[in-house]
């Protein structure tokens, strides 16, 4: 039994067969970090993290999906792909014409029927948008975080929620679908936190979520400061969180779609949590643990 929409369910909205999305890295950086609005980057962030082997800048796009497209296609030779730019902030240019050469680069390759494009709320310019609407099928994942501008202060996102509350608004009324990325766990949140974000989310024509849980990842700041013990982050066991992630099912609107829980991190770069788990391992507990809510709700 389902307990909620998913992204599967979310793409059989828009194409006939089975998708997989492929990153790409087109070279880009963040606000944040060249001095734009904020030095430094986000404190959790490394790219190296969860970007593919394969995603590399020195190639281009086209070479990258090519790339990305071998390792799938011996095992699903009918597959159909959507290029996923992800790595750093993917519109942060001042070229237009460059953004849209990239993304139509990536559509001009076999096989691939859309883009969806990560990048920051403060980073969507009205006239990118309106030209977004050129490509076979786009989505916008903008990265949001939380709902709280004071954890956005303290994670050094240098963009507030209110930002992320415009660009979703004109990104729908552009009628392109459009994701947050979340993250559990954040310094200084709680579990009451976390759920506020999500009822935040809800007032928002939003399509997607994509939650993961905070990873201590090494060389970045916020492990530094961890480990000097300037503050703690939250330290959830895979129980308590799939708690929490069954609580978040439970407010999250019905019909936004839930692309996952949790994210996976090279072992060699992760501090914590360890936890050893493959994606949907920890999606079969979280639907354990809706099941359990839901029989201990239907004996009272």
Wanted: aromatic letters at 10%; one cysteine or more; charged letters at 25%.
């Amino acid at each position: 039994m389902k307990y909620y929409k998913d992204f599967a369910d979310f793409l059989a909205e828009h194409f006939d067969g089975k998708m997989q999305k492929l990153s790409v890295n087109a070279g880009f950086t963040c606000p944040n970090r060249d001095g734009t609005v904020g030095t430094g980057g986000c404190t959790y962030c490394n790219n190296q993290s969860f970007s593919p082997e394969y995603c590399r800048p020195l190639r281009s796009v086209a070479e990258q999906l090519a790339e990305g497209k071998q390792f799938f296609a011996r095992k699903y030779p009918s597959m159909r792909y959507l290029a996923y730019f992800q790595a750093y902030t993917s519109t942060h240019s001042a070229d237009v014409d460059r953004l849209m050469d990239l993304y139509h680069e990536a559509c001009s390759v076999d096989g691939v029927d859309g883009v969806i494009i990560g990048t920051r709320p403060d980073c969507m310019p009205d006239i990118l948008l309106e030209r977004l609407r050129e490509l076979p099928w786009v989505m916008v994942e903008y990265g949001a975080e939380s709902s709280h501008d004071t954890t956005l202060d303290r994670i050094n996102r240098c963009h507030s929620w209110c930002d992320t509350v415009d660009a979703v608004v004109r990104t729908h009324c552009a009628g392109i679908p459009c994701g947050l990325h979340l993250i559990n766990g954040l310094p200084g949140e709680n579990e009451e936190m976390m759920l506020a974000t999500v009822d935040a989310v809800n007032a928002l024509p939003v399509d997607v979520v994509k939650f993961h849980q905070l990873q201590l990842i090494r060389g970045t700041r916020m492990a530094v400061d961890v480990e000097q013990g300037l503050y703690d982050v939250p330290r959830f066991t895979p129980e308590s969180y799939a708690r929490l992630c069954a609580g978040i099912v439970k407010r999250l609107r019905s019909g936004i779609a839930i692309e996952r829980f949790v994210s996976q991190s090279p072992p060699e770069l992760l501090i914590y949590p360890r936890w050893g788990l493959k994606n949907y391992q920890f999606t079969e507990i979280v639907n354990k643990e809706i099941k359990r809510m839901r029989s201990e709700m239907d004996r009272v």
